[in-house]
């Protein structure tokens, strides 16, 4: 409800910004940025519509979007052009001075959602019953702040997926086991990368309040039952249909995809990783990739000389990143212009003093 009253009581979009053309859009746009100069900052998720990411100052997946934030000292005005919990996430890694911007309060992120903290306060009095003090919480940086502090407050950290091998291995050195949050498949297909069986990780059912599977003293890693519903509809049977169609065909997929799409898969890794295969690709090869959309089309826009497609072809592109659009950050960055900005994201002091402890565990093992 309280959520509720803050998004009513800001000021909303005009319909004029909405019926704008995006040619007038783009213009004024460059006109803004120039005006506003240094004063503002804006980051670019890799999964942000063309239309968008042309304004970003600097590309990134989460883990670099998170490093940059955090050395962004002098803009005044951070207008992040991706989803909530990485405005969050910018906000809690800059400065008092510092205002951070979500164009449209509702690009939120459909995985991030799937764990609350009452949810996870219940599961954790339920496993410290079973498994006592042997388990450190570690959770994907796609998550809300919330939970970041509680992993924070436990001794845990966040991870990537550029990082989340190295981030579970430290968690190993601190615990005997992980609570792994909220995205089971990226849970699931780093434990397998690093010599773990399936039958050493149970699933945590939040919604149920109990363990999927047995959980034994053989348990090494708690998955948390969240997922991303746009990695989520790679299916195996994708894997299959485009190796029948095309023997040469090279599979790249993201680790939040499930696990036999993974398992099946010529390559896997982050979307750094993705974007760095695709670019070192040799000329005329053929790619089926498993990741959001708006990248999918940006890498063969880019690469005429590769025959680049989506390993399932009637997908659709994550839809909250898609919520940042054009009159959404023109608008934006109008109203800083006139000094009045919109959909500040504010973490209450309480919640981001431990979040912080979390972000930075995680930051010290990147550097
Ligand atoms: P990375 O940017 O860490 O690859 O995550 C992908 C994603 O789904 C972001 O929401
Ligand atoms: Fe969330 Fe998946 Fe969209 Fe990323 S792609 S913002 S994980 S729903």
Redesign the pocket.
Known sequence: MRLMETFLKEPQIPESFLKKSNEALTQEGWRLKKELGPRLYIPG???QRDEVIQFADDRG???RLAQLSAKKTDAEYIVFCG?HFMAETADMLTGEHQKVILPDRRAG?AMADMANIYQLERAWHHIQKTFGDTVIPMTY??STAEIKAFCGRHGGATL???NADRMMKWAFAQKERILFLPDQHLGRNTGVKLGLGLDEMVVWNPVQDVFEGEANERTKVILWKGF?T??EKFTAKNVSSCRKADPDIRILV?P?CDYEVVRQADYVG???YIIETINQAPKGSHWAIGT?MNLVNRLKQEHPDLQIRLLNPVMCS?LT?NRIDLPHLVWSLTQIAEGKPANIIRVPEKIAKDAVLALDRMLEQSK
């Open positions: 998720h890799h999964y997946d989460s883990l989803v992120c940086i796609n990537t997926s550029s991303c746009v990695h993201h939040e982050s979307t750094k959001e994550c990143m």
